[in-house]
């Protein structure tokens, strides 16, 4: 059947044509370009859109081989083999695609579909049906490209861009989300989002923050998060919106956020200052009233326009009196050249001035320091109008500087005209202050020794010595020498070493230490010393040296009359030998108080038993005595560690006390027992006692006491100072209990077991 | 008759300590300086010396360790006498055999040279 018959019998209408042709009407008017072929591949039918598309004429195209139609504007084997295919399908109705390259049309790719059909009359035709791959391939590498460039956006963004389904899982969590939030895309997608980021500060599930059903964007300012892994949390801002695939279905939601914590802190803190500030607006005027400090504003000529209390106050004036008067009147004359220079250099140049000072006049006259700083006050065409001024009254201040001054003049001058050097380092020794005793002292001036370190003023043998004491100090900041008082020797500046004292002080200002040590010359000291211990020695020697060669000659000559029998003379040497022997007392005496005095007693000590030595000496004494009975009472086993010639001096002392002291053919009575660690001795005699006011006074040297009615014994009143100097030596203590009118008791107590 | 050599540089206790001795039948030489002492000894072959400890131009300490050292008179026995007290340990470290302090009684030293010649 042909086509062109059928379209000639249009005219002979019947139901079936009129379907007929309504089809190829729509055929004919579909936009999709087709051709409809005959088994002998020429053209049956092609729509307008095929026409158009290769740019021909129903005329050009009826009828005509396909191939001549498209001819030459494809690959020809290509679309036989697409054409056998369609005619040798295995099933009816299947589509056959094939992509072609038409280079005359523009070089588009035209995608062919071919399908077998049959006609009406039961033929067999192809409809080939061509659809312009163009587009589509643009659109896909345009999506490609899209693709791309979105995911380069997504990655450099900085914003945080997150993705998630609608069950809320993430499915995109870019590199600005980790660098927000702290976590990594591996950590997280897949996650429900709020598993991983808490939209407050409560762990619990939020109530979620964008529904994408809603189908409308959201946009959240200043939402707070904590992330609970890492703990950390601030501030977000974000964009929501619903995420459709490319067919328009809802898949989740899109979100762009932004960290804002930094923003906002400073925002807030902003916020504070503000409110702040309009809160102190109000305590302005009350800070202006009750500033300690006057505040004064003047116009441009110096009238006083308005001032708080305290600048009234400063001067005396009410506040409406002072209204009244100028800026120049208040300050003496000689102040008003340097102000006006003060107004031109720096208040008319910069706006405000130095901090500077000067005098006011009070209304009663009296004159005062203040010091102050003005502003100048511009009108709102920038005009100077007037100016501020803040005053303050440095009377006391003054004072306070001017003794202080004074005092630290004072404290100087004590320092420098002082005889002793003192010297004062800082924590590393070096040297920060040098009196000139320390320049006479060692030969140095403050300029040769400021900044140095002590060990030039020492001989070598200290200088390990003193730097370990410093490195200790520094270390512990203790040191056993400090408060103390120590003897050492210095080295001059000529090289010469001397004998020091040196006191050793450790101060802080602050954080820091210092050390201030006062040293004394003691040179002359040491001579005197020694040449004191010289005389003890000579004399001792001087003045016993006759003695003795008397009392040998006085022992030759008893002998030699002892011979004759002549007892006059022999008695009478006797008592030259006595009192030889007394003044070979005095001068040991003497020569005791002497080493007392100057520290030079020492102990020669022996272990002994001390209630031995106690009964020898008692018997030898009772021998000499006759008018007295001396009791020994107690026992002690105990040895003591003690100088046995200094106890028996002691001993000896206190018995012919006792017995010079008392009536005739009274008892003595001497007592010793071990008590704790001491032994304990007492001597008492029934004398006539010793009143209280004495009895501490006894054991001062050369005290004697000199009563009326009292029988004074010669003497120079060491004994007693000597015996308990020899007790006090021995670490123990001398001491006396008495009534008056019921005799004394001296004992002493010794430590024992001890060496 | 035992020898005894007294070296003081006190003229008055040498010539009290001659008499005294000489009186108890001891035979006496003095000296009155540690210069003399040698010369003395050589002559007078002394039994027992008695020796002040302090001596102008030579301390009696040195003469006495001077003594206690040479071969010749290492074993003659030294009695110092001192006006000041000096301890047991000095007068042994310097090899004196005995101290008496001045002043001192002439039989208190008697009875010292008694023990010491034996």
Partial sequence: MNLRNNKKSL???????????????IAWVINEPFVILNKDLTIELANKAFLKLFKTTKEKTYSQYFYDVIGGQFN??????????????????????????????????????????????????????????????????????????????????????????????????????????????????????????????EKKRDKFFF??????????????YFVAKTGSYGFFEANYSPLKDASGQLIGGLGVIKDITEHKMTEDKRRRTEDALKGSENKYRDLYESSRDGIVRTDIKGRILECNRSYAEMLGYSKKEIKKLTYRILTPLKWHKMEEKIAKNQIIKRGYSDIYEKEYIKKDGTVFPVSLRVWLVKNNQGKPEGIWGIVRDITEHKRIDEALRESEAKFRSVMHSAHDAIISTDSAGKIIFWNKGAEVIFGYNERETF????????????????????????????????????????????????????SLALWKMGEKVFYT?????????????????????????????????????????????????????????????????????????????????????????????????IGETVEIFQATTETHKIILRGQMRERVFSDKGRISQVLVNLLSNAVDYSPKDSKIIVTIKPRKNEAFVSIKDYGPGIAKKHQEKIFDPFYRISETGVKNRPGLGMGLYIAASIIKHHGGELGVKSIEGQGSTFYFMIPINVS | MKKILIVDDDESIVEALKNALEMEGYHVKTALDGREIFTAIEGFGPDLIILDVLLPGQDGQEVCRNLKTS????????????????????????????????????????????????
Avoid at chain 1, 551 to 561: D, G, P, S
Avoid at chain 2, 93 to 105: E, L, M, Q, S, V
């Fill in chain 1, 211 to 224: 529904n994408p059903h809603s189908g409308r964007k959201v946009i959240h300012r200043e939402r707070p």
């Fill in chain 1, 451 to 502: 900044g140095k370190t002590l060990a030039f003023l020492m001989p070598e043998s200290y200088r390990l010595w003193h730097r370990e004491g410093l490195k200790r100090v520094s270390t512990t900041g203790k040191d056993n020498l400090f408060g103390k008082t120590i003897e050492m020797q210095g080295l001059r500046k000529d090289g010469s070493e001397f004998p020091l004292e040196l």
């Fill in chain 1, 76 to 201: 020809t084997s290509e679309i036989k083999n697409f054409l056998i295919k369609i005619f040798h399908q295995s099933f009816r109705s299947q589509t056959f695609k094939l992509e072609s390259h038409f280079k005359q049309l523009r070089g588009k790719t035209m995608e062919l579909k071919g399908r077998l059909i049959s006609s009406s009359q039961g033929t067999q035709l192809i409809l080939i049906a061509f659809g312009d791959l163009t587009e589509k391939k643009r659109f896909t590498e345009e999506l490609k490209h899209e693709k791309e460039f979105s995911r380069q956006v997504i990655d450099k963004s900085i914003d945080g861009i997150l993705a998630f389904d609608l069950n809320y899982r993430l499915t995109l969590w870019n590199p600005g989300m980790e660098r927000i939030f702290g976590l990594g895309e591996k950590e997280v997608l897949g996650k429900y989002v709020y598993e991983v980021v808490h939209f407050s500060k």
């Fill in chain 2, 71 to 118: 071969k010749t008179t290492k074993y003659i026995p030294i009695i110092m006498t001192s006006a000041q007290q000096i301890s047991k340990k000095v007068i042994t470290a310097y090899g004196a055999d005995d101290f008496i302090a001045k002043p001192f009684t002439v039989s208190k030293l008697l009875a010292k040279i008694k023990t010491n010649l034996r």
């Fill in chain 1, 517 to 613: 040590g006062i040293i004394r010359d003691i040179t002359e000291r040491k001579e005197l010393e020694r040449r004191k211990d010289e005389f003890i020695s000579m004399a001792s020697h001087e003045l016993k040296t006759p003695i003795t060669s008397m009392k040998i000659f006085t022992e030759i000559l008893q002998k030699i009359f002892e011979k004759n029998k002549n007892r006059q003379t022999t008695r009478y040497l006797s008592r030259i030998d006595e009192q030889i022997d007394r003044l070979t007392n005095l001068v040991n005496d003497l020569l005791d108080v002497s080493r007392i005095q100057s520290e030079k007693l020492s102990l020669r000590k022996e272990w002994f038993s001390l209630r031995k030595l």
């Fill in chain 1, 11 to 25: 005219k002979s209408l019947n139901a079936k044509d009129a379907r007929d042709i309504l089809y190829k009407t």
